[in-house]
């Protein structure tokens, strides 16, 4: 049964990718880190098996050495970002150096890119940084559909910065989606409700059409080693669920679920995970729905500990399909479709 649903059209919603020359701009990527080597689409390819199926990808930035300062006095500080969005332009218009790992074939699989932005420093100098976007990817521009930012990792209080929420409603004005991450697990139930909070504001007095899209990364990770449904670590992040699904254009992403479990449960089989993330993924379908759920992969984050991690993780979303009785609309959606409409990739729509 698992097999049917998993032949639907798919778009892996989040993918990072980076070449072996760009490694040491990660912000985050010590010599130590099992993912210090080339992840391309020679990688990615080899770690879904390119499946018929498997339609393309979005990809989302990752997390490159920026300096908000310098980057509002002279552009120096998104030096890196920007040399991402190079690296992006490479592989969406088929033009790979040497060693980079793609293909010319291959820019097919790019339907969208999801490059780092500035958004703290408030829109007159995310509106210069985006100019900047825009002569660096050149012919691959009208790929770029949203932006991020992480919070997961910053202070209380910065997504709720008057200048944050001027950012995230110019990218709103402008046609530009927001990717949310935060983290329940290691930073606190606090993130959940700010990011509620600042989803409010960001729509507060703006007209339906030019609200900011968010769509949040990887369940807003919760911690997946808790299964009792009355520890307040779960009651807290399903009180949250609830109330993110109550705000308009906010989408989730089923994703990113490895890096929040146990290692026991990353080494089970597919059924077993589906079986412990059940009480979660109950939730999501009851709060957000099919229509507002997409799949994706965090490849290739999601393999560190994890023997054939994007087909076992293709396989728990496909379980949860077939036991949730979903009809064949809305597992379309899940798959491919809500990517498709959330990030507004008109050539598929």
């Known amino acids: 049964m698992a097999g049917e649903s998993a032949d639907y059209p798919i778009i892996d919603s989040h ?10 701009t990660l912000a985050w990527c010590k010599p130590s880190n099992p993912l210090h080597s080339q992840h391309s689409l020679e990688e990615f390819a080899a770690a879904t098996g390119s499946p018929p199926s498997l339609e393309g990808f979005i990809f989302l930035e990752t997390d490159r050495k920026h300096d908000l300062v310098t980057g509002l006095e002279d552009g ?7 040399m991402e969005v190079d690296w992006l332009k490479r592989i969406a218009l088929g033009t790979p150096k040497d060693g980079e790992g793609h293909t010319s074939e291959q820019k097919k699989l790019c339907l969208a890119i999801v490059p ?11 509106e210069r940084y985006v100019k900047g976007v825009e002569k660096h990817a050149e012919g691959s521009f009208g790929k770029i559909r949203g932006f991020r930012y992480l919070v997961q990792d910053k202070p209380k209080g910065t997504m709720l910065q008057d200048e944050f929420i001027e950012g995230l409603k110019w990218l709103g004005k402008k046609g530009f989606v927001f990717d949310l991450g935060v ?22 007095g703006v007209d339906e059409e030019g ?33 993110l699904s109550k705000c308009s254009k906010t ?45 994706g992969s965090d490849w290739p984050v999601c393999t560190v500990g994890v023997d054939d991690a994007w087909k076992k993780w293709r396989q728990v979303v496909a379980r949860f399909c077939d036991l949730a009785s979903l009809s064949q609309a809305e597992q379309i959606m899940i798959w491919s479709g809500t990517a ?10």
């Open 15 to 24: 993918i990072h990718l980076y070449p072996a020359s760009e490694i040491e």
């Open 76 to 82: 120096s500080g998104w030096e890196f970002p920007l």
């Open 116 to 126: 780092w932005a500035p958004v703290p420093s408030g829109a007159e100098v995310l």
């Open 183 to 204: 983290d329940q697990h290691r930073g606190g139930k606090w993130q959940l409700e700010e990011a509620v909070e600042m989803i409010e504001k960001a729509h507060e």
């Open 211 to 243: 609200k900011v899209t968010f769509i949040l990364n990887h369940l807003c990770k919760p911690d997946l080693s808790v299964y009792n449904q009355t520890d307040p670590k779960f009651v807290a992040w399903r009180t949250a669920m609830f109330r």
């Open 251 to 295: 989408y989730m992403k089923l994703s990113g679920c490895f890096s929040e479990m146990p290692d026991k449960l990353k080494a089970s089989s597919a059924d077993d995970i589906f079986l412990a993330l059940q009480p979660y993924l109950v939730v999501i379908l009851a709060t957000f729905g099919p229509f507002r759920i997409m799949f």
């Open 340 to 349: 498709i409409k959330a990030y507004g990739i008109k050539e598929l729509m």
